[in-house]
C-alpha cells in the first residue's frame, strides 16, 4: 500500500511501489490535471509538488513520497503559504490569467507548479534563474509571456 | 460585405423560450429539417449559431477546435459584436460533431483564395473547385477559422440575429425599425426612451423570417471585435480543470499501450506475450495486422508490459533506407527531371545563360515530427450498437466518421465528445489516421471504454512528418547587380500551392517540382510548405543581395516595388529592429519575409554567436499585415507562437530515417526552444484594412531565415541545410561591418 497526501487528503491505495506518480495520480485517482508529456522527466508537464519542491511525477516512484505531502494544480491555491489569499488563486495562476500566458494550455500545469516552486524559494529570481530553474517545454511558444508574469510576481 | 444569395439565415424557438440564430452555406432544406427536429428537442444543430435565453444570456456555438489558438474566444467576439450584445453575458460553446455543423466556409474560402489544399483535397471536387462532400468536413486548420467562419459565419448570424430582434421590438412599440437602436444586449427606441431586453423579445423573435441579406458592422461600429478580450479557456487552463482528450477517465476503463510497425508500411509477424500476460492489471493482448497492443488497467501497466512482449515484422525494401539515400533519391530525381510546373514567367532558362553572372545553390530541410505536448490517444467506447469517441482532434466529424467505418456502425451511431488539444499543429487533422484507427479496433475487442496512448517515443516516430525537401536554385545577374532570372527546382509534394513562389520582381522565373515522395509519411505541419520554402526563396534572395553589393533591406524593397504590404511590413520590422543603427558588438540582424495563408510577415533576428560557436537568437521583431486583427493580444500571442515554433524547427529540429524508422525518441533527441533559449520577440501587427489575414501559421515560416541570413553577416557561413544546430560556426570569419 502506498501511503501519502494529495492536497491534504490522505490517500491509500494498492498499487506497485515503483509506479510512478504520474500515472498514480492520473489513472488510479482520476486526477487529471496534472500532464504526461514525454514519460522520462524532459518536458516538465507532469510537474508536482512533493512537500512543497517541484518534481517531475512521471519518473518518480510512488514509494518515494510515502507519506510525504503532494501537491498538484488543482490544490496548489489552497496549498500556497507565500501568495495564499482565501478565496483566490495563486499568484501565478492568477499572473497567467493578467499576462494570457496559456495558449493550447496543455504544459501550464507543469509551468505554473514549477514556477510557484521556483517563487517560493527565490522570490526575486534573475533572468538566468527563471532559464536555469524553468526548462519545461511549451511546444505553443508561450515563454515570452512565462517570463513577463513572473517578473510580474517578482516585482509586486 | 457582401453576403452570397447561396446562403440561408435560419432561426427558430428553443424549448423553454429564446431563438436560435443559424446560417447554413448548403441548401436549406436539410436545414429546416434541422430547425424542425430541434423544436421537437432533439439535438440538431446548423453550421454555426447562436443561441439568446429569456435571461438574456448568449450562447455562441464554434465549430472550430481550440487548440491554442484563441479562435473560441474571437470567434464568439465576432458574433457578439455584430449582435451587439453585453459580452458578459456570452458563453461559448464547442459545437457537436454532426454534419449540420460542418465548416463548409473553409473549403470555400480557400478555394476561392488558394485552391484546394491537399488536406481538403479528398473532400472535394477539385477540378470543378466544387465543393462535393461537406458534410464530413469540420477542420480547424489552414489558419482558416477566424477568416472564413468567423467573417462568413458568426458575423453574419449575430447580424441577423440582431436585425431580427430590432424588427420584433419595432413591431411591438409601433415605431419604424430605423428609430430603434442596440447596445449590450438591449432593443432602445430613443424617442419614446422605450427599451427591452434580447432575452425578452427573443421568443418573439424565433417566428420571425430571417433578413436574407444582413448588414454587417463597418470597423468603425465595432464594440468587441478590435479589443484585446481575455480568452475564455484561460482561467480553466490554470488550475488543471481544462478537459483534453487524455483526460477522460471512467472507473472500468481500460488502458492500451501499443508498439508499432517500426518500418512504416510493414506488417506484424509474431507475437510472444506470455510474460506480459503474467504481469499485474493486464487484461488482453490484440494482435492487430501492423502492431500489438497490452491491454491493461493503468497506462503505465500497460506499457511495462508492452516492454516483455516479443515481436517481430515483415521485413522491407525500406529496411536499410537512411536520409543520406532519400537524399541522394531527390538528387537523382532533380537531376534527371525537369518536373512539373509551378510556375513560369518569361525565359529563366535563356536569361540564365545570357546572364553577366550566376549563382548556383543547393538547400536542404530534414523531416519534422509535429510533437504536440498532448500525446496522441484515443478512446473508444463500443458498446449496445453505438461508439462514443474522445479524442483531441483538429476535425471532430472526421474522426466521427472514421470511428464509424473502422467500427462498422452508422456515422449518426458514433458521438464525438468534444475536448481543448494539447496542441495540433497539423498532427491532429484528418487522415493521419493512426491513433484512431487502432484505438477503435482495440476498443472493438471490449465493451468497456479503452484508451489507447501513443508514449512520446510513439509519437516521435508514428507521426505524418513535414516532407523533408531539397531546392536548387540557380539565378542570373545583369552587370548592374539586378537579377534577370530566377530557377528553382525542388523535391514535393506540393502541399499548399503557391509556397515556393517570391513576390520580388524578376522578369524570368522557372519553378518546377519533381516527385519527392518516400516510404515516409507526410503531412501538414504548421504553416505546411511555407515553412520549408520560405527558407529556401528567402535565403537565396539574401544570397543574391549580397552578390550584387547590396544590403538585404533595400535590395528586398527594390524588388517589391508592386508589392507595397510587402514593403510594409519589412519596414516596419527593420525600423523597430533598429536596422542600420548601431547593434551590441558581435550582433546581426538577418530578415525575411513571406505572404501565408493571406497575411503578410516580415521578421527581423538579432543573433550574435556565443563562445562555442552557437549562435544565439537574442531577439525576434515581427511585422504581420494580417488586414486588421479581430482581438490583438491573441494575434500577437500567435505570432509569438509562431516564431518560437519556426525556431525550434530552424535550430533543432530533425526526424532522421535509419533503417528504414525514425532515429529520434523524444525531447532529449528532438530539442525544443525552452525559456533559456527563447528570444525576446517584439509584434507588431500592421492594420492595412485589408481581407483578413491567417495568424496562427503565417509568423512560422520567415523565422529560419531570418536567423541564418543574420548568421551569415556574422561568419560568412550561408546555412543552406537545416538545423542549425548541425553547423559549426566556431571559426569565426566575420563580414559584421561589411
Known amino acids: 500500500m502506498a501511503n501519502f497526501k494529495v492536497n491534504g487528503e490522505e490517500h491509500s491505495i494498492d498499487v506497485e511501489p515503483e509506479m510512478p506518480l504520474l500515472w498514480v495520480l492520473r489513472d488510479e485517482l482520476g486526477m487529471t490535471g496534472t500532464k504526461f508529456g514525454c514519460g522520462i522527466a524532459s518536458c516538465g508537464a507532469c510537474t508536482v509538488h512533493v512537500n512543497g519542491n517541484a518534481v517531475r511525477s512521471c519518473v518518480l516512484p510512488v514509494s518515494a513520497v510515502e507519506g510525504q505531502e503532494v501537491t498538484t494544480i488543482e490544490g496548489l491555491a489552497e496549498s500556497s503559504v507565500a501568495?495564499?489569499?482565501?478565496?483566490?488563486?495563486?499568484?501565478?495562476?492568477?499572473?497567467?490569467?493578467?499576462?494570457?500566458?496559456?495558449?493550447?494550455?496543455?504544459?501550464?500545469?507543469?509551468?505554473?507548479?514549477?514556477?510557484?516552486?521556483?517563487?517560493?524559494?527565490?522570490?526575486?529570481?534573475?533572468?538566468?534563474?527563471?532559464?536555469?530553474?524553468?526548462?519545461?517545454?511549451?511546444?505553443?511558444?508561450?515563454?515570452?509571456?512565462?517570463?513577463?508574469a513572473i517578473r510580474s510576481i517578482a516585482s509586486a | 460585405m457582401k453576403i452570397s444569395r447561396r446562403r440561408f439565415i435560419l432561426s427558430s424557438a428553443v424549448a423553454g423560450g429564446g431563438v436560435l440564430i443559424g446560417y447554413a452555406a448548403t441548401r436549406p432544406s436539410r436545414h429546416r429539417v434541422a430547425n424542425d427536429t430541434l423544436a421537437q428537442g432533439e439535438e440538431r444543430f446548423l453550421t454555426s449559431f447562436l443561441k439568446i435565453e429569456p435571461d438574456n444570456k448568449v450562447t455562441v456555438y464554434v465549430s472550430h477546435s481550440e487548440m491554442g489558438q484563441g479562435s473560441h474566444t474571437a470567434l464568439a467576439m465576432m458574433a457578439a459584436d455584430e449582435l451587439d450584445a453585453a459580452w458578459e453575458d456570452v458563453k461559448v460553446e464547442q459545437a457537436p460533431a454532426t454534419d449540420l455543423y460542418a465548416t463548409g466556409d473553409m473549403a470555400v474560402g480557400f478555394a476561392a483564395e488558394f485552391g484546394v489544399p491537399s488536406f481538403l483535397m479528398p473532400l472535394i471536387e477539385a477540378s470543378a473547385m466544387k465543393i462535393a462532400q461537406v458534410g464530413n468536413l469540420q477542420t480547424t486548420g489552414g489558419s482558416a477559422s477566424i477568416r472564413f467562419t468567423g467573417q462568413m459565419g458568426m458575423r453574419v448570424a449575430g447580424a441577423a440575429a440582431r436585425q431580427m430582434l430590432i424588427q420584433c421590438a419595432s413591431e411591438q412599440w409601433d415605431v419604424s425599425a430605423s428609430e430603434c437602436t442596440t447596445a449590450l444586449g438591449y432593443v432602445q427606441h430613443n424617442a419614446s426612451g422605450q427599451s427591452l431586453s434580447y432575452g425578452e423579445l427573443a421568443e418573439a423573435a424565433a417566428a420571425l423570417e430571417p433578413p436574407a441579406e444582413p448588414v454587417l458592422k463597418d470597423r468603425s461600429q465595432f464594440n468587441i471585435m478590435g479589443k484585446a478580450i481575455s480568452r475564455v479557456d484561460i482561467p480553466a487552463k490554470v488550475d488543471g480543470s481544462a478537459f483534453y482528450g487524455l483526460d477522460y477517465k471512467t472507473d472500468d476503463m481500460l488502458f492500451a499501450a501499443i508498439r508499432l510497425a517500426p518500418v512504416f508500411g510493414t506488417k506484424l509477424l509474431s507475437v510472444d506475450a506470455s510474460e506480459a500476460l503474467q504481469r499485474r492489471g493486464v487484461q488482453r493482448v490484440i494482435e492487430l495486422e501492423d502492431s500489438v497492443a497490452v491491454v491493461a488497467d493503468n497506462y503505465w501497466r500497460a506499457k511495462e508490459a508492452l516492454k516483455l512482449v516479443k515481436t517481430e515484422f515483415e521485413s522491407s525494401e525500406n529496411d536499410a533506407i537512411s536520409s543520406a539515400d532519400l537524399a541522394a533519391r531527390f538528387d537523382a530525381e532533380l537531376a534527371s527531371s525537369d518536373g512539373s510546373e509551378d510556375f513560369e514567367l518569361g525565359d529563366a532558362g535563356g536569361n540564365l545563360e545570357l546572364a553577366e553572372d550566376q549563382m548556383e545553390a543547393s538547400y536542404r530541410v530534414p523531416y519534422l515530427a509535429h510533437a504536440p505536448m498532448e500525446p496522441m490517444n484515443c478512446t473508444v467506447h463500443l458498446h449496445d450498437g453505438i461508439g462514443e469517441v474522445w479524442t483531441s482532434t483538429q476535425d471532430p466529424l472526421a474522426v466521427r466518421g472514421r470511428v464509424a467505418s473502422v467500427a462498422g456502425l452508422g456515422e449518426n451511431d458514433v458521438t464525438h465528445h468534444p475536448s481543448y488539444l494539447g496542441g495540433g499543429f497539423g498532427r491532429r487533422l484528418p487522415f493521419n489516421w493512426n491513433v484512431i484507427?487502432?484505438?477503435?479496433?482495440?476498443?472493438?475487442?471490449?465493451?468497456?471504454?479503452?484508451?489507447?496512448?501513443?508514449?512520446?517515443?510513439?509519437?516521435?516516430?508514428?507521426?505524418?512528418?513535414?516532407?523533408?525537401?531539397?531546392?536548387?536554385?540557380?539565378?542570373?545577374?545583369?552587370?548592374?547587380?539586378?537579377?534577370?532570372?530566377?530557377?528553382?527546382?525542388?523535391?514535393?509534394?506540393?502541399?499548399?500551392?503557391?509556397?515556393?513562389?517570391?513576390?520580388?520582381?524578376?522578369?524570368?522565373?522557372?519553378?518546377?517540382?519533381?516527385?519527392?515522395?518516400?516510404?515516409?509519411?507526410?503531412?501538414?505541419?504548421?504553416?505546411?510548405?511555407?515553412?520549408?520554402?520560405?527558407?529556401?526563396?528567402?535565403?537565396?534572395?539574401?544570397?543574391?543581395?549580397?552578390?550584387?553589393?547590396?544590403?538585404?533591406?533595400q535590395f528586398r524593397m527594390e524588388l517589391l516595388h508592386e508589392h507595397p504590404r510587402h514593403q510594409e511590413?519589412?519596414?516596419?520590422?527593420?525600423?523597430?529592429?533598429?536596422?542600420?543603427?548601431?547593434?551590441?558588438?558581435?550582433?546581426?540582424?538577418?530578415?525575411?519575409?513571406?505572404?501565408?495563408?493571406?497575411?503578410?510577415?516580415?521578421?527581423?533576428?538579432?543573433?550574435?554567436?556565443?563562445?562555442?560557436?552557437?549562435?544565439?537568437?537574442?531577439?525576434?521583431?515581427?511585422?504581420?499585415?494580417?488586414?486588421?486583427?479581430?482581438?490583438?493580444?491573441?494575434?500577437?500571442?500567435?505570432?509569438?507562437?509562431?516564431?518560437?515554433?519556426?525556431?525550434?524547427?530552424?535550430?533543432?529540429?530533425?526526424?532522421?530515417?535509419?533503417?528504414?524508422?525514425?532515429?529520434?525518441?523524444?525531447?532529449?533527441?528532438?530539442?525544443?526552444?525552452?525559456?533559456?533559449?527563447?528570444?525576446?520577440?517584439?509584434?507588431?501587427?500592421?492594420?492595412?484594412?485589408?481581407?483578413?489575414?491567417?495568424?496562427?501559421?503565417?509568423?512560422?515560416?520567415?523565422?529560419?531565415?531570418?536567423?541564418?541570413?543574420?548568421?551569415?553577416?556574422?561568419?560568412?557561413?550561408?546555412?543552406?541545410?537545416?538545423?542549425?544546430?548541425?553547423?559549426?560556426?566556431?571559426?569565426?570569419?566575420?563580414?559584421?561591418?561589411?
Not at chain 1, 507548479?113 to 530553474?133: C, G, K, R, Y
Not at chain 2, 510577415?601 to 515581427?622: F, Q, W
Not at chain 2, 551569415?712 to 559549426?728: A, F, M, N, W
Open chain 1, 83 to 148: 501568495y495564499y489569499e482565501p478565496g483566490a488563486l495563486n499568484a501565478v495562476q492568477q499572473a497567467w490569467i493578467d499576462y494570457q500566458v496559456p495558449q493550447c494550455g496543455y504544459c501550464q500545469s507543469g509551468m505554473i507548479m514549477a514556477v510557484s516552486s521556483l517563487l517560493t524559494a527565490n522570490p526575486n529570481p534573475t533572468d538566468a534563474e527563471i532559464d536555469a530553474s524553468i526548462n519545461n517545454v511549451c511546444r505553443c511558444g508561450s515563454y515570452p509571456r512565462v517570463r513577463k
Open chain 2, 437 to 553: 484507427d487502432h484505438a477503435t479496433k482495440i476498443a472493438m475487442e471490449f465493451d468497456v471504454p479503452v484508451k489507447t496512448v501513443f508514449s512520446r517515443e510513439d509519437d516521435m516516430q508514428q507521426d505524418y512528418y513535414r516532407p523533408a525537401v531539397t531546392s536548387n536554385f540557380k539565378a542570373g545577374l545583369d552587370s548592374n547587380g539586378k537579377v534577370v532570372a530566377w530557377q528553382n527546382r525542388y523535391t514535393g509534394p506540393v502541399q499548399t500551392p503557391g509556397a515556393a513562389h517570391i513576390p520580388y520582381d524578376i522578369a524570368n522565373q522557372s519553378i518546377r517540382y519533381v516527385d519527392g515522395n518516400t516510404h515516409v509519411p507526410v503531412a501538414a505541419w504548421r504553416s505546411v510548405d511555407h515553412s520549408q520554402q520560405t527558407f529556401f526563396t528567402e535565403s537565396f534572395i539574401d544570397e543574391l543581395a549580397h552578390r550584387a553589393g547590396t544590403n538585404p533591406f
Open chain 2, 569 to 738: 511590413v519589412l519596414r516596419v520590422a527593420a525600423e523597430a529592429a533598429g536596422y542600420g543603427r548601431n547593434l551590441p558588438p558581435g550582433h546581426a540582424l538577418g530578415l525575411a519575409v513571406q505572404e501565408s495563408f493571406g497575411s503578410i510577415c516580415a521578421e527581423v533576428a538579432e543573433v550574435s554567436i556565443d563562445a562555442n560557436g552557437r549562435p544565439v537568437v537574442h531577439k525576434v521583431t515581427a511585422a504581420i499585415d494580417c488586414g486588421w486583427a479581430v482581438n490583438p493580444d491573441t494575434a500577437e500571442a500567435q505570432i509569438e507562437s509562431g516564431i518560437i515554433f519556426g525556431l525550434t524547427a530552424a535550430m533543432y529540429g530533425e526526424i532522421t530515417i535509419e533503417n528504414g524508422r525514425v532515429a529520434q525518441n523524444n525531447f532529449p533527441d528532438y530539442q525544443m526552444v525552452r525559456m533559456a533559449t527563447a528570444p525576446e520577440i517584439d509584434v507588431h501587427i500592421v492594420e492595412s484594412g485589408e481581407s483578413l489575414g491567417g495568424l496562427g501559421e503565417p509568423a512560422t515560416p520567415p523565422v529560419a531565415a531570418a536567423v541564418t541570413n543574420a548568421i551569415y553577416i556574422l561568419t560568412g557561413q550561408r546555412v543552406r541545410e537545416l538545423p542549425i544546430s548541425k553547423h559549426d560556426f566556431s571559426q569565426d570569419s566575420s563580414l559584421a561591418g561589411v
